[in-house]
């Protein structure tokens, strides 16, 4: 199994930043796309950004040139910085992490969700 884990959250006013975390853990063999979502109140989740291997980004246009996404291959963490940030940008974010985990019966593809970390933006 594997086990995601979140920080960094909080409130912060605009204009501000904050830098969020997130470590996996567990029977991990390799980590193929790592990612952050969000979900406003009475919104569907969205991409904010995510990150291939190789290091390749995406981001939604809302957060281009204000969130940086990054990740750590050694300690199979990914993060986010958010600079610059607005009321808009008060959501639940959750990070999302891809790849292949070994089982009792051979390495299997596995789909993993965070527990989610606040971010609300106010002054």
């Known amino acids: 199994q594997v086990q995601l884990v979140e920080s960094g959250g909080g409130l912060v006013q605009p204009g501000g930043s904050l830098r969020l975390s997130c470590a996996a853990s567990?029977?991990?063999?390799?980590?193929?796309?790592m990612g952050w979502y969000r979900q406003a109140p009475g919104k569907e989740r969205e991409l904010v950004a995510d990150?291939?291997?190789?290091?390749?980004?995406n981001y939604a246009d809302s957060v281009k040139g204000r969130f940086t996404i990054s990740r750590d291959n050694a300690k199979n963490t990914v993060y986010l910085q958010s600079n610059s940030l607005k009321p808009e940008d008060t959501a639940v974010y959750y990070c999302n992490v891809n790849g292949v985990i070994g089982t009792t019966i051979g390495p299997k593809p596995f789909d993993a969700w965070g527990q989610g970390t606040l971010v609300s933006v106010s002054s």
């Open positions: 567990g029977s991990i063999f390799s980590i193929y796309a």
């Open positions: 990150i291939t291997t190789g290091g390749r980004t």
